[in-house]
């Protein structure tokens, strides 16, 4: 919390210096990418796709924010769509991580053999990429991010409960609404799901905990899958360690973001600034693994901007729980909460091996931090059916490179989708 505070003063000394200094204006001129003020919609629209906004109702009351992508040349043309696919976006993101990765991914007709496309440009957006094949694109925002903030009681500036949340809820009721909801707008009677990072992890607790969505997820694809964390390397693990730093943030709680302003000075006069921009990639690789050769560092203001969709610090302490209990748990609410809640004293474990899914996709890197092989490995040991297992090649790609690199669509998307094939 001290460092933050620091880092805030740095910031507001800087925005409120740099434009004053005409030399440092010159030394530091940017120019930043229209993708960088872009809303969800808006950077859809910017590709000429169509734009909906859904909002979903939870069984406990949270409105989930959905954004969904009409591929206008499947509609002029009344092509049946293949069938749909949800988006899930990791911890902290939102679903503009699918729609940022480069300036490319227009909407164009495929079957016309006289379009020319780039993939490894075009091919970067995952979710423009399988809105132009002829997927149905769905993008939800998990509770507590920024496109999710709302309630149909409770009110996030004012009541302490609506942070009171974390990955459990999210397995217990924004997958299912998600689902439902979905399938209820297609009419199809089962989907896709691609999870990045946290939204793997909730689609594992819900297969475990809701064995009769089994058969409407087909195929689950875990970009960069997660369920256990106890051997994650990213400094996120050594916060458990700071002495009575996990009961402060339990007792705090609330909302876990940056200031808008902040992070507008951070994008834009900060990291927007040629100078810089490479200093700013360089502290993304401390958190999420070492691979500056697939960084696109023209890109950085419009990652930083996108970066943090918000969650809330009850979600990040339960992964700092689960570093430390080395153990896929629920919640743990301390001694009276557990007994309350779950009839013991200590939290429940999410029982993997009870996964019935024969259409799960795993495909993971050695080079990530958050998904650490040998987490990967125990993932893998508790599946006891059948699954894709596949590795990238790329022994540098790290964990955001699985929406930010470069070289996504040759390591990632172009495999994925001959696999996503399998399941049609």
């Known amino acids: 919390m001290i460092l933050l505070l620091k880092l805030c003063s740095i910031v507001f000394v800087l ?3 740099l434009p004053r200094v005409c030399h440092c204006q010159l030394l530091f001129s940017s120019n930043v990418d229209p ?37 206008p040349v499947y509609k002029r043309l009344g092509k049946k769509l293949i069938k749909p696919l949800v988006l899930q976006h990791g911890l902290l993101g939102s679903s503009t991580h699918f729609l940022t990765n480069s300036n ?22 995952l979710a423009f990429l399988l809105a132009n094949i002829g997927y149905d694109v769905w ?27 974390s990955f459990d809820e999210m397995i217990s009721y924004d997958c299912p609404a998600v689902i439902d909801y979905v399938l209820s707008k297609t009419g199809f009677d089962h989907l896709g799901w691609i999870g990045h990072s946290q939204g793997s992890l909730i689609m594992f607790g819900m297969l475990a905990e809701r064995p009769e969505y089994t058969d409407k997820v087909k195929p689950f ?59 700013c990639g360089s502290a993304l690789f401390l958190l999420c693994g070492y691979d500056p050769d697939q960084f696109n560092y023209t890109r950085t203001p419009v990652y930083y901007s996108h970066a943090m969709g918000g969650t809330s610090a009850w979600n990040l302490l ?21 007994i309350f809640r779950y009839g013991s004293l200590y939290p429940p474990a ?5 996964i019935q899914s024969e259409n799960i996709v795993l495909i993971r890197s050695n080079n990530d931090p958050f998904a650490d092989s040998q987490d990967v490995q125990i993932l893998k040991a508790s599946l006891k059916h059948p699954h894709i297992d596949f590795l990238v090649q790329d022994q540098k790609f790290n964990h955001l490179d699985f929406i930010w690199a470069k070289n996504v669509y040759e390591q990632v998307y172009g495999p994925m989708l001959g696999i996503l094939e399998r399941f049609n």
């Open 318 to 338: 339960h992964f700092g729980q689960n570093i430390l209990n080395r153990n896929f748990l629920k919640f743990d609410y301390g001694f009276f909460g557990n």
């Open 104 to 125: 490319g991914g227009f909407a164009a007709d495929w079957t016309n053999e006289t379009v020319s496309v780039d993939l490894t440009v075009e091919g970067r957006n």
């Open 15 to 17: 925005k409120l210096l």
């Open 35 to 71: 993708d960088f003020s872009r809303t969800p919609c808006e950077l859809i629209e910017s590709r000429k796709f169509i734009c909906e906004e859904h909002f979903v109702t939870t069984d406990d009351g949270y409105i989930l924010a959905l954004h969904h992508i009409i591929n």
């Open 139 to 165: 993008m939800p925002n998990s509770r507590g991010n920024k496109y999710s903030k709302n309630h149909t009681t409770l009110d996030p500036n004012q009541d302490s409960s609506f942070w009171q949340i």
């Open 221 to 279: 694809v875990a970009l960069a899958p997660i369920a256990h964390v106890e051997h994650i390397k990213s400094p996120i693990r050594y916060i458990t360690l700071i002495p009575g730093a996990m009961r402060l943030v339990k007792t705090l709680g609330g909302e876990l973001s940056l200031p808008s302003f902040l992070l507008d000075i951070l994008s834009e006069k900060v990291c927007g600034r040629r100078i810089v921009r490479q200093v």
């Open 350 to 354: 999410y029982n993997l091996e009870a």
